[in-house]
């Protein structure tokens, strides 16, 4: 275990500090234990590349043991045996905990993965807790049916919904906390067990959330959780045959090995893949509503969200005016460290990905794009990247086709007689179908098109609005299966029809 680094941050609180500097362990079958074969690899803070601590790096002798721990606590603990309103209980009490230390966790997430921090608090924190208070209520609430027969009336039929059972987890980095929370909030609340494996850039806020699973009381083995590489690690979690089910959240390409992978036992799987959302903002929109609107959508979380409006689309009489509005707003955009309360927008998660985001932009401009706003690094140090908008682009072109992942935006203009079908071809010409916006005052135009759109969420006159009660999730290679809302409920349970004789 290699000391801490020198240059951790002076704003981070001293909780927050203190769970950084202190030894980090797996959590396997409700112990906090080192990894099997001894090694530990390095977190870095993505605002200087600086080493923040060291977490244990877990291979495919630690996923055996969390597999077995898992599968022991849903085949013979008590955990299947329990209430389901003692596990809603349970699931209270973690989002109690979990609230409690909202400025502790918003502190590492805005550390680890380079967040503002004042965002990290007021959305990351919070939206994770009602996620778990929201799923909590599920517990007693996953019902069957009763279903007449046409074979007779001497027959009662009727359908259980039962647990999946053992589950594998992988997710991301770009919201870590939070996407532990979607993954294990479904999971907990059927009566599922877990193995979370956690990304490999960004694991300290899931650490931390391992010792509140454990002080709420969860039974040993409910939750396991893990650091470590998606090769040594991930890869063997995800092939395991005592493994029922497994829900990833990470790039398509990784999804796609995921899903092979998955067929050595044919375990359930859902994946929550990649996107390149268009903004679609109307001649007649409130206009300044749909230039804030359509950068935030794509600069919040330095653009590192699956759903990111990554292809804006504006009618030709506004197009100049949206490009001049979105290039005001990225040229003041205050880019700095998380954890400076001024900050607007951090750097990325780390050096792969800053390297991913700038060759995008000398892909764009070699391709001979237009950049009306940043297109280069900012500072030269830590992974900054300044939000840009380019224009003069179309499909076949990498920044136009490919997801970037970064604060970069890539506009186009519809004209006056494009119909709202050939609006949407253009809109819908991707691989990907995660989310969409609309930015309209015409009701008849907005529903028209919320139709035409090949996606698993389309908003109107808004952009990344989730809530725990939606369903998200992708159409074509954005994913399968969805998270959260009452729909996430069916991945993780199986149905079981029981018809008897009268
Ligand atoms: P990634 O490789 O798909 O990583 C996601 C998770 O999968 C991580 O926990 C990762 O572990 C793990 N993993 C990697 N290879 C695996 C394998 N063979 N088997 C099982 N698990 C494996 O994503 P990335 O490389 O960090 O980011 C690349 C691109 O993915 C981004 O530029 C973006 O386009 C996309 N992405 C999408 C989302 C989303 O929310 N949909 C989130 C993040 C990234 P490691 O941490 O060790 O890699
Ligand atoms: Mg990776």
């Not at 999804?255 to 679609?280: M, R």
């Not at 607007?344 to 998660?349: R, T």
């Not at 000398?362 to 297109?375: M, Y």
């Amino acid at each position: 275990m290699a000391a801490a680094a020198p240059a951790i941050d002076p704003r981070l609180g001293a909780d927050a500090l203190s769970f950084v500097n202190s030894r980090h362990q797996l959590y396997i079958d409700g112990k906090f234990t080192a990894s099997s074969n001894g090694k530990t690899f390095a977190v870095y803070n993505p605002a200087t590349g600086e080493e923040i601590c060291q977490v244990p790096e877990a291979d495919h002798v630690d996923v055996d043991r969390a597999v077995h721990a898992a599968r022991r606590a849903f085949d013979s603990g008590p955990w299947p045996a329990m209430l389901p309103s003692k596990r809603g209980q349970l699931m209270q009490r973690l989002a109690e905990l979990l609230e409690q230390h909202t400025d502790e966790f918003a502190e590492l997430e805005s550390l680890d993965n380079g967040k503002p921090v004042s965002v990290a608090r007021v959305a990351d924190v919070p939206l994770a807790v009602d996620l778990f208070r929201y799923m909590s209520g599920w517990s007693t609430k996953t019902l069957g049916s009763t279903i007449p027969l046409s074979a007779g009336n001497d027959y009662l039929s009727y359908t259980v919904r039962e647990p999946i059972g053992v589950v594998a987890q992988i997710i991301p980095w770009n919201f870590p906390l939070l996407m532990a929370a979607w993954k294990l909030g479904p999971a907990l609340a059927t009566g599922c067990t877990v193995i979370l494996k956690l990304a490999e850039q960004t694991p300290l806020t899931g650490l931390r959330l391992a010792q509140l699973i454990d002080q709420a009381g969860f039974p040993p083995g409910v939750v396991n959780v893990l650091t470590g590489f998606g090769e040594p690690c991930g890869a063997p979690l995800a092939a395991h045959d005592r493994v029922d089910k497994v829900a990833f959240t990470g790039s398509t390409e990784v999804g796609k090995l995921i899903a092979k992978t998955a067929t050595g036992n044919l375990k359930k799987v859902t994946l929550e893949l990649g996107g390149k959302s268009p903004a679609i903002i109307f001649p007649d929109a409130d206009m300044d509503a749909a230039i804030a609107g359509a950068a935030s959508a794509i600069f919040f979380n330095q653009g590192q969200c699956c759903c990111a409006g990554s292809r804006l689309f504006a009618h030709e009489s506004v197009f100049d005016k949206v490009i001049d509005g979105m290039s005001n707003i990225a040229a003041k955009i205050k880019i700095g460290p998380g954890l400076d309360p001024a900050t607007e927008l951090g750097p990325l998660v780390s050096e792969e990905q800053f390297d991913r985001v700038t060759g995008f932009l000398k892909s764009g401009k070699d391709q001979g794009a237009k950049v009306n706003a940043g297109g280069n690094r900012s500072g030269d140090r830590g992974y900054f990247v300044q939000p840009t908008v380019l224009s003069d682009v179309q499909p076949g072109m990498k920044v136009v086709d490919e997801e970037i992942f970064g604060p970069v935006v890539v506009a186009q203009s519809f004209a006056t007689d494009a119909d709202l079908d050939r609006l949407a071809a253009q809109a819908n010409d991707t691989i990907y179908g995660l989310a969409a916006s609309i930015w309209t005052r015409d009701i008849s135009a907005a529903h028209k098109m919320a139709r035409r759109i090949k996606a698993g969420t389309v908003w109107v006159n808004c952009h990344n609005v989730f809530d725990a009660a939606l369903p998200f999730g992708g159409y074509k290679q954005s994913g399968w299966g969805r998270e959260m809302g009452a729909e996430v409920l069916n991945n993780y349970t199986e149905v079981k029809a029981v018809t008897v004789k009268l």
